[in-house]
């Protein structure tokens, strides 16, 4: 079993920066690609990027992309998400989530283990 951890999470003021961070209980998700989704009130949980287990592969949802870096450190099992120029719209929880296989792809389907989420509040 897997244990996935978030942390970073808070409020900030639109324009303003945050930086998630999701630290694995085992070393075995060096093997796995990783996600970020986030979910509001009432809607579906939402990708929002995805790496391959070498960092060689990065994705990201349109609605982030040029303001969100996914990246990770292996030796540290640990898992980062740089969010700036943050928007209201970009409140949510947020949600770090290990793949099924080498690849992360968009679909929560394709993800295994997840975390338990940490709460991203943007005040206009």
Sequence with gaps: QV???????????AGGSL?????????TTSNN??????????????????ISWNSGST???DSVKGRFTISRDNAKS???????????????VYFCAAALGAMAGVSSSGYR?????TQVTVSS
């Design 3 to 13: 244990q996935l951890v978030e942390s970073g999470g808070g409020l900030v003021q």
């Design 113 to 117: 283990y997840w975390g338990q989420g």
């Design 59 to 61: 994705s990201y949802a």
């Design 78 to 92: 640990t898992l980062y998400l740089q969010m700036n120029d943050l928007k209201p719209e970009d409140t949510a």
């Design 33 to 50: 690609g990783m996600g970020w989704f986030r979910r509001t009130p009432g809607k579906e949980r939402e990708f929002v990027a995805g």
């Design 19 to 27: 930086r998630l961070s999701c630290a694995a209980s085992r070393r």
